[in-house]
């Protein structure tokens, strides 16, 4: 018993509690796993999670016996009262039971704990060590952040990416060991919940696997031959499958990063081994030759534009309050171009200050980093920067969020730093001062939260202050951070989506069964994706862009309350 801590009533109470609450918890473990049976446990370690639990089961059961036993011998330093379950127990054993009991129960307890510590190393829940120190050390800012491969270095320390083993950071593989296998990525992947090849719970159980089997080689020799990531631990499929959507990342308990891992993998297959589907390669090929995914001429960025007597930047004049950054889709795609020329209709409704840059624009290489080929990012990055650092350029809005995690979030790797604002964000703030002035129309609008705007940017609240000063407002099920993917996420708008149910199909359902008239979008990508879905799908929905829907708003209040002309 400890010094003075084991006489305390309090203590003795305590531990009474605690362990009552780790059988009860225990308990309902089993409920959950053998009654439920949730789908999210596919795959999961169930037999050894069962053995876990009967252990811990019988840690406890143990040291209620022991105490309970000294009670009845009167062994207890502290007051029986204190210890109300060892108590009752102690009143329900046998005088000469009571000696053996105690003897028995004490040695159990030793032997069972003493067993549990050695065998947690060489099993799964080693989690029980790791996880703490995998939610210390996971990303808490700029979630929708990429590490920068540093080609500067020398030859023999450039990463390109996961390769084998050897090739993994410190926390990626703190992160394959701290996996509880609970399933909760699982249940939200939009991948896996159409049918695909991904699971993030089993692309970390095998990344695991791979690390305990080459890891012994590794320490032993560091020239030792490693077995490939991709196809011996996960498939290309796998690899692909990935919409980027950061889902799995948000409902891990314990800090895994699951995106770094699939981006570090594509960084391998693309760079080293030039291993991709092959309608991604068009589109690398249009960004390196053309400066955008569309591969169309540069001198056609401002087109969408004209008519509008918007102000393109040009080379050595003073920058505008405001830069609006266009992006890729609302300067080439049709259904995109809309929201960029309700964007700035409003900003001049508003009398804001803004710019555009017009063909000195080019792709922020987004796509290529989440395909993989870091090589082609970086060059759009430094090329990006070094145009916007040269027009003095301070604040700047886009539509597209994933413009706006990309220029807000990872330029700064590269000497770009700006205040980026997405488009709804800053005409809520428009809205709320007094300078855009709307009024709600008789439209049902369901809101669809970007991946890259809600989950990895935390922007929730102004896109919904646009979807109440427009129409009115119903939920979809998943929203806001627990939203669900258009499926144009991880460079998959361009790639075709072979395996499992289309990820844009079931999100159009789902917003069709709210009864809402207006699927209303905040990114380009989304508004492609969905459109399409309605398509397919033959959904009663119009997609349509927050500042398109804000525009109709804003022309229905000056019908209704401006004075007519010849009045």
Request: with cysteine; glycine share 8%.
């Amino acid at each position: 018993t400890l010094p003075w801590l084991g006489e305390q009533g309090w203590y003795a109470l305590m531990v009474d509690v605690f362990a009552l609450l780790v059988l009860a918890g225990v308990i309902t473990a089993f409920a959950i796993r053998k009654v439920q049976r949730p789908a999210r446990f596919a795959g999961s370690h169930l037999g050894e999670a069962d053995l876990i639990l009967l252990w811990i089961a019988g840690i406890v059961v143990t040291l209620f016996l022991w105490h309970a036993s000294r009670i009845a011998l009167g062994l207890n330093e502290y007051p029986a009262a204190w210890a109300p379950i060892s108590n009752f127990l102690a009143r329900t054993l046998g005088g000469a039971l009571s000696p053996t009991v105690e003897r028995v129960a004490v040695w159990a307890h030793v032997l069972l704990i003493l067993s549990f510590l050695v065998y947690l190393p060489y099993s799964k829940h080693l989690h029980i060590f790791l996880a703490a120190v995998n939610v210390f050390f996971s990303r808490t800012k700029s979630r929708g952040r990429l590490e920068p491969v540093n080609f500067e270095a020398p030859a023999d320390e450039v990463r390109f990416g996961s390769a084998t083993v050897a090739d993994m950071s410190w926390k990626q593989m703190v992160d394959t060991l701290s996996c509880t296998e609970c399933g909760r990525c699982q249940d939200v992947c939009p991948a896996y919940n159409t049918g695909k090849e991904l699971s993030p719970k089993l692309l970390i159980m095998a990344l695991r696997d791979q690390v305990l089997a080459d890891g012994p080689k590794l320490l032993a020799s560091k020239g030792a031959k490693l077995q490939p990531l991709v196809p011996n631990a996960v498939t290309d499929n796998v690899v692909w499958d990935c919409v980027t959507c950061g889902a799995c990342v948000r409902e891990c308990p314990v800090g895994i990063e699951h995106i770094d891992h699939i981006v570090d993998l594509r960084r391998n297959l693309v760079m080293v081994e030039s291993r991709f589907p092959e309608e991604a390669g068009s589109m690398l090929r249009d960004i390196d030759r053309a400066s955008n995914p569309w591969g169309r001429a540069q001198g056609d960025r401002a087109q969408w534009a004209q008519g509008l007597d918007v102000r393109v930047l040009q080379p050595g004049e003073g920058p505008p309050d405001v830069l609006f950054w266009v992006g890729c889709a609302p300067s080439f795609d049709e259904r995109a171009k809309k929201a960029a020329i309700s964007t700035a209709k409003l900003l001049k409704e508003a009398g804001v200050d803004f710019a555009i840059l017009g063909p000195r624009e080019t792709c922020t290489g987004d796509p290529a980093r989440r395909m993989g080929d870091e090589y082609t990012f970086q060059k759009q990055a430094q090329q990006n920067v070094a145009t916007l650092n040269e027009a003095k350029v301070t604040k700047i809005i886009t539509t597209c969020p994933h413009c706006f995690n990309t220029i807000g979030s990872e330029y700064a790797d590269f000497g770009g730093r700006y205040e980026v604002i997405h488009h709804t964000e800053f005409l809520a703030g428009l809205v709320r001062e007094g300078k855009l002035k709307a009024m709600a129309g008789e439209r049902k609008i369901t809101y669809h939260d970007s991946c890259y705007l809600a989950r990895h940017n935390d922007a929730t609240d102004e896109p919904r202050e646009l979807v109440a000063a427009s129409g009115q407002a119903v939920e979809m099920p998943r929203n806001r951070q627990r939203t669900f993917c258009c499926g144009a996420g991880g460079a998959r708008m361009f790639m075709e989506e072979k395996r499992g149910r289309p990820i844009n199909e079931e999100r159009v359902r789902e917003a069709a069964g709210t009864g809402a008239d207006t699927l209303a979008v905040a990114c380009p990508f989304c508004t492609v994706m969905l459109d399409d879905g309605v398509r397919e799908t033959g959904a009663k929905l119009q997609v349509i862009d927050l500042a398109t829907l804000l525009s109709e708003a804003v022309e229905r209040r000056k019908m209704q309350y401006e004075p007519r002309e010849g009045f």
